[in-house]
């Protein structure tokens, strides 16, 4: 094979996909020295860009096992896209972007492009990615395209002589080239004086206080003791985990004068696709209790659940709420939302003494709110 005369051009009439030349080593310069390129690839500051244009590129077209094309859009180096591997079948995809063209879905497009040519041209059956746990953009790009079966691979990563967690997730030839699952959004919800928001960095004390208090340790066993800061932010990262999956939307409840957190309020455990249904927890500040706070916001929250997808809602057709028969307070909220008691089940919800509860099982159906 001939670089760069052979190296396949592929273009969806907005990127195009080409051999690198020469004249996209400035840009390459510039992208590889960028923060967030640095952050979260393996590309070591001293990388050279002309080396890899002039050698490895074409080595890999030449001997096969690495694939590289420019991203170019707009006459101008975008950033690139390579596939590598393929052995037995299955290969992988990497991805970066210069920095002054992120946002612009150009690198979806390339992704789509490249996964195209894996199946279509290499023959391949599966393409695998990866990235570092926290690389949220290159986790939708991921996703947007179709992506799948996603799971944490703890320790695999290596940059720099650093260890770090991974994600990693697929896609194989027969698989739909869209999201399997969605991506949740928060929207904010303002009324009567409450206003449900995405969390943020300076929620976490409020968030310590609300969890360490004794009423809530009680009711939820499963929390750990002791409980600071980094157990917070890691349950932020849990919620934000959620919205990616599509199995969780955790809004805070802040009173819409101050946007002091008073408690939080999820939709979790949703199935999706033909029975679109999902549980409301919920938890609230010692603070914020006694003022009928926490009921305004279930019944906010089952408003916005029931809601369409395509009207920014959850689409769900059925909610749940699991109460211990002892927590009255949590009881209340769901009757005066017009849950329906369906069931307990005995003996089920275990105390921190060891000992056991019965679990009370309410619901409320789309039809019915």
Not at 33 to 45: H, I, S, V, Y
């Amino acid at each position: 094979m001939r670089f760069p005369d052979d190296v396949p051009v592929l273009t969806d009439g907005v990127v195009r996909l080409r051999a690198p030349h020469t004249d996209d080593i400035r840009a390459m310069l510039e992208m590889n020295a960028d923060p967030e390129t640095q952050r979260w690839t393996d590309f070591p500051p001293e990388r050279d860009p002309e080396r890899q244009v002039l050698e490895r590129i074409p080595a890999g077209w030449r001997d096969g096992g690495l694939w590289s094309w420019a991203i170019e859009s707009d006459g101008r180096y975008c950033g690139a896209v390579m596939l590598s591997g393929g052995e037995g079948g299955v290969g992988a995809i990497g991805f970066t972007l210069h920095p002054a063209v992120r946002g612009r879905g150009l690198t979806t497009r390339a992704v789509r492009l490249a996964v195209a040519h894996a199946f279509d041209v290499l023959g391949w059956d599966r393409v695998t990615w990866s990235a570092f746990v926290g690389n949220w953009a290159s986790r939708r790009i991921a996703w947007r395209t179709g992506f799948r079966h996603l799971t944490t691979a703890y320790g695999a990563g290596l940059a720099r002589g650093v260890r770090y967690d991974e994600w990693i997730a697929s896609i194989g030839r027969q698989d739909d080239r869209e999201p399997e699952d969605p991506w949740w959004t928060v929207p904010v919800i303002e009324h009567g004086g409450l206003r449900l928001r995405p969390f943020r960095d300076d929620d976490v004390d409020r968030l310590v206080e609300t969890t360490l208090d004794e009423r809530t340790l009680h009711w939820l066993a499963n929390i750990p003791v002791p409980f600071g800061r980094e157990q917070a932010e890691q349950y932020v990262a849990k919620c934000r985990e959620g919205l990616a999956a599509g199995d969780r939307v955790t809004w805070v409840i802040a009173d819409a004068g101050s946007d002091e957190m008073l408690g939080d309020v999820s939709v979790f455990r949703m199935q999706n696709g033909s029975n679109p249904v999902g549980e409301i927890g919920y938890s609230a500040h010692p603070a914020a209790r006694g003022r009928g706070m926490m009921t305004t916001a279930v019944g906010l929250v089952a408003k916005q659940a029931f809601l369409p997808i395509e009207q920014g809602g959850l689409g769900r057709r059925r909610l749940e709420i699991v109460a211990a028969k002892g927590n009255r307070s949590s009881i209340r909220v769901a009757l005066a939302n017009g849950f329906t008691q369906t069931g307990i089940k005995r003996a089920a919800d275990r105390r921190r003494d060891g000992s056991y509860e019965d679990l009370v099982m309410f619901d409320l159906l789309s039809d019915e709110h």
